[in-house]
T-cell receptor, first 113, second 116 residues
Framework: DQQVKQNSPSLSVQEGRISILNCDYT??????FLWYKKYPAEGPTFLIS?????DKNEDGRFTVFLNKSAKHLSLHIVPSQPGDSAVYFC????????????FGTGTRLQVTL | EPEVTQTPSHQVTQMGQEVILRCVPI?????FYWYRQILGQKVEFLVS????????KSEIFDDQFSVERPDGSNFTLKIRSTKLEDSAMYFC??????????????FGPGTRLTVT
């Protein structure tokens, strides 16, 4: 069941540059998308979300873009910092289902000095 | 800042034993969830809970699993007879809204369950 896919298992970016993490989904019923950050031995931490009625949402250094026709979303982190090094999960849900989250497999981001 | 807490952080049990994993959701949240992550795999939904009843459950959540909100603060996941394949990290989450409205969920730090 690969309804939410993150095709890049890892990404390395220099400090100060932009990190772009990608996510694709197949279920057209999804109407709410979230990004979570996870450190080892901790639970996922909510970062940012976007509803399907928008195509962009920004919160500080984090921006999420949604392309509904392509069933694709991306998370931009600008500028990247060493503390951003973690695993990033894309998740999706749709109204009417008690909002269970369907997660992608995650992308490990390494921000180097 | 309010947070979801979970106990214990690590539970080791023998196959066939019952385990209870405990969670204290964020106090004004009304929707509660359990997820699990088997090592190297994605985070998977188990069950959602609202108004003292299960809202939705996955095919993983079979008769060996049950959830309960025994009082106004705790939310528990019970596995009646553990199997080796139940070994995973179990995450509790809560949300201020949920049924019919998608909303962000806040996760606890997890309980690592090891079944030997």
């Amino acid at each position: 069941d690969q309804q939410v896919k993150q095709n890049s298992p890892s990404l390395s970016v220099q400090e100060g540059r932009i990190s772009i993490l990608n996510c694709d989904y197949t279920n057209s019923m999804f109407d709410y998308f979230l990004w979570y950050k996870k450190y080892p031995a901790e639970g996922p931490t909510f970062l940012i979300s976007i509803s399907s009625i928008k195509d962009k949402n920004e919160d500080g250094r984090f921006t999420v873009f949604l392309n509904k026709s392509a069933k694709h979303l991306s998370l931009h982190i600008v500028p990247s910092q060493p503390g951003d090094s973690a695993v990033y999960f894309c998740a999706a849900s749709y109204t009417g289902t008690a909002s269970k989250l369907t997660f992608g497999t995650g992308t490990r981001l390494q921000v180097t000095l | 800042e309010p947070e979801v807490t979970q106990t214990p952080s690590h539970q080791v049990t023998q196959m066939g034993q019952e385990v209870i994993l405990r969670c204290v959701p964020i106090s004004n949240h009304l929707y509660f969830y359990w997820y699990r992550q088997i090592l190297g795999q994605k985070v998977e939904f188990l069950v959602s809970f609202y108004n003292n009843e299960i809202s939705e459950k996955s095919e993983i959540f079979d008769d060996q699993f049950s959830v309960e909100r025994p009082d106004g603060s705790n939310f528990t996941l019970k596995i009646r007879s553990t199997k080796l394949e139940d070994s995973a990290m179990y995450f509790c989450a809560s949300s201020a809204r949920g049924l019919g409205v998608a909303y962000e969920q806040y996760f606890g730090p997890g309980t690592r369950l090891t079944v030997t």
